[in-house]
C-alpha cells in the first residue's frame, strides 16, 4: 500500500531555530505539494514541484521558508528562523493536481 | 480568481440519516470540482472529483456529490450516515484554465449522533 511519508510527526522547537520537515512521495508520482493547515486560514498551498522542479512558490513566506527536493524521492520544506506564527501542520502530498494523495503530516508549534 | 465556499462549518446528522455537505464555487473558467476527507490526525483523502465528465459523480464509502452549474454547486450527499464518517469535509476547486492547483474551502466538520 503505497502511502506519502513525513518525517517528523511532530515537532517542538524555539523561535529562532531552523526547522526541517522532509517528506518521501510516492514512488513514481513526479507532483509534490506542500501545503500548511491552520485553524485561523485552512489549508493554504507553500508550493510545488514537478520532476523535482520548482513550479509555484508563492504561498510560501520567501524571507524565511525555502523548498527542495533533493532527488525523486526526498522534498524538504525548512523554516529559517522559525517563529510562533509558524505553528500549523504542515502537509506533503504527491500525484497529480487533480489526485493528490496526502501525507499525514508533520505537527509544528514554536514556542 | 477561483474560489469555494463551504456552507456550514459544522454539521451533526444521526446515524443512518442522510448527510448533506454544501459546497459553492466560483469559477471564471469551466471548473474541475473535489471533495476530500480528513479523519483525525491524518492527511486528506479524495472522496471524489468531477472533471467534466457526468454530472453526477459517485465516490469512496458510499458519497456521492452533483455539479449544478445553473447554482454553481457541488453539494457532497450520502444516504445513510454512519459512525465511520465523522470526520472534516473540504471541498475544493480547480484554479483557473491549464488549472494546476486546487483551492480549498475552509472545511465541515461532521459529526454522527448515535
Known amino acids: 500500500d503505497a502511502r506519502v511519508t513525513q518525517t517528523p510527526r511532530h515537532k517542538v522547537t524555539e523561535m529562532g531555530q531552523e526547522v526541517t520537515m522532509r517528506c518521501q512521495p510516492i514512488l513514481g508520482h513526479n507532483t509534490v505539494f506542500w501545503y500548511r493547515q491552520t485553524m485561523m486560514q485552512g489549508l493554504e498551498l507553500l508550493a510545488y514541484f514537478r520532476n523535482r522542479a520548482p513550479l509555484d512558490d508563492s504561498g510560501m513566506p520567501k524571507d524565511r521558508f525555502s523548498a527542495e527536493m533533493p532527488d525523486a524521492t526526498l522534498a524538504t520544506l525548512k523554516i529559517q528562523p522559525s517563529e510562533p506564527r509558524d505553528s500549523a501542520v504542515y502537509f506533503c502530498?504527491?500525484?497529480?493536481?487533480?489526485?493528490?494523495?496526502f501525507g499525514p503530516g508533520t505537527r509544528l508549534t514554536v514556542t | 480568481a477561483q474560489s469555494v465556499t463551504q456552507l456550514g462549518s459544522h454539521v451533526s446528522v444521526s446515524e443512518g440519516a442522510l448527510v448533506l455537505l454544501r459546497c459553492n464555487y466560483s469559477s471564471s473558467v469551466p471548473p474541475y470540482l473535489f471533495w476530500y476527507v480528513q479523519y483525525p490526525n491524518q492527511g486528506l483523502q479524495l472522496l471524489l472529483k468531477?472533471?467534466?465528465?457526468?454530472?453526477l459523480v459517485k465516490g469512496i464509502n458510499g458519497f456521492e456529490a452533483e455539479f449544478k452549474k445553473s447554482e454553481t454547486s457541488f453539494h457532497l450527499t450520502k444516504p445513510s450516515a454512519h459512525m465511520s464518517d465523522a470526520a472534516e469535509y473540504f471541498c475544493a476547486v480547480s484554479d483557473g484554465q491549464g488549472a494546476q492547483k486546487l483551492v480549498f474551502g475552509q472545511g465541515t466538520r461532521l459529526t454522527i449522533n448515535p
Open positions: 468531477y472533471t467534466s465528465a457526468a454530472t
Open positions: 502530498a504527491s500525484g497529480s493536481w487533480y489526485e493528490q494523495y
